[in-house]
């Protein structure tokens, strides 16, 4: 490497003469400290830094630093995300050798669906496989909180027994309030109605859901990403609750944390059924042939999910009442059909599988609540209105509370 031309370093100032300079045997080591040394590069970047203010040369060292930081991290990441899926493949093809092979082959697809979602979502949300009877069954997450003991609550002996699941997103905290403050309202039923919120993870409400679980005592959470197209999760896991700590109830209410429910009118008509093991009411659509297939929509189907494309009968949400017997039946065998993200339409998909039969009934509402005297369920917040109403009446009971 020839040194600058005396003409060269004239021109462009101070850092030609340093430059200069840097063509003799000058080093720096990390301190600055210059020393005679060989490698030209090497001492043209070591002479470089030793004429930097002093600021400056912290400010090199140190992004050198976050640099390999990042860089270690990275790796590290990556390399635990390779375990992580290495073990879970481990764990399915273990599994896989131990079960027999009468089950049908949606089970397959229930592991490679697990597998191309691992990519999608945290280590908390890797799903975890149990058998039951032999037979690999809907993967499932643990529960992060559980009341197991609330229908030990249950103080009724020759009446009707009835657990009300509701769903709810994390951020719903207005409206899980004002379904407990109707519930407080209502001392006719407060020993046979059971209310149990069912959530999944929300990283922006986690530490309030934690206040309001310990306060309230009545929320189910999951370890999955509470998001519209984890319904599913969430729907399957309040059938396994029943089965697990609510068995002994009657009769399950399903509904969304916006639907309102006639607890007098519910509790008369489930009195004397005709058949109550067989009972599985709501707002029924028969034959839906809605199905979008535009990867953006909001009820978006893969051809892949789900090829054909007419749909089985199905409550759309909203509130359907279902006996504890077929409760549990759909519980114990949501292995037989192959997951997909409308959790609406799969319910009805494994109802279709085990030729359980679906009955509309007039009285379950998706429209507001104009006719509540005689609807056992309505949608009661349609308009900004009925919501602000909602909360006046909380607020000015809440502090009639504090008065007395």
Not at 144 to 167: E, G, H, Q, W, Y
Not at 182 to 205: A, H, P, R
């Amino acid at each position: 490497m020839r040194c600058p031309a005396p003409g060269f370093v004239k021109a462009i100032g101070r850092w030609g003469k340093v430059y200069k300079e840097a063509c003799f045997s000058f080093r720096v080591d990390m301190k600055g400290r210059v020393w005679y040394g060989q490698g030209k590069k090497l001492k043209i970047f070591g002479l470089l830094v030793s004429k930097m203010p002093r600021f400056l040369q912290n400010v090199l060292l140190a992004c050198v630093i976050l640099t390999f930081l990042a860089m270690y991290l990275f790796n590290l990441a990556q390399r635990s995300q390779n375990l992580i899926q290495s073990d879970l493949n481990r764990t399915f093809n273990k599994e896989s050798s131990s079960v027999t092979t009468t089950c049908k082959p949606s089970h397959t697809t229930t592991h490679n669906l697990i597998l191309r979602d691992l990519n999608r979502t945290s280590n908390k949300e890797i799903r975890t496989i149990i058998k039951s009877g032999g037979k690999l069954v809907f993967p499932h997450l643990p529960y992060i909180r559980n009341p197991s003991k609330i229908c030990d609550t249950f103080r009724t002996l020759n009446r009707t027994k009835l657990l009300v699941l509701v769903k709810s997103s994390p951020d719903n905290f207005h409206l899980r309030n004002w379904i407990r403050f109707q519930n407080q309202q209502d001392n006719e039923f407060k020993d046979s109605i059971k209310t149990v919120f069912l959530l999944g993870e929300s990283s922006s409400s986690e530490e309030n859901i934690k206040k309001e679980s310990q306060k309230f005592g009545d929320i189910v959470q999951g370890s999955f990403m509470d998001t519209y197209r984890n319904l599913t999760y969430k729907t399957v896991m309040g059938y396994r609750w029943l089965s697990e700590h609510c068995s002994h109830a009657d009769f399950v209410l399903y509904k969304d944390d916006d639907f309102k429910i006639n607890r007098k009118n519910i509790m008369h008509k489930l009195k004397s059924p005709k058949n109550p093991d067989s009972l599985f009411a709501g707002f029924l659509v028969k034959n839906g042939k809605g199905i979008y297939r535009d990867p953006k929509h909001k009820w978006y189907l893969s051809k892949k999910d789900y090829p054909k494309d007419i749909l089985p009968p199905y409550f759309p949400g909203g509130a359907y009442i279902v006996s504890t017997v077929i409760a549990k039946k759909l519980a114990s065998n949501f292995h037989l059909v192959k997951w997909i993200p409308i959790d609406d339409v799969y319910i009805g998909l494994v109802a279709q599988t085990l030729n359980i039969t679906l009955t509309h009934s007039k009285l379950i509402g998706m429209g507001d609540c104009k006719h509540y005297k005689i609807h056992l369920a309505c949608r009661e917040f349609t308009r900004p209105n009925d919501v602000l109403a909602a909360w006046k009446s909380l607020t000015m009971f809440n502090l009639e509370r504090r008065k007395s």
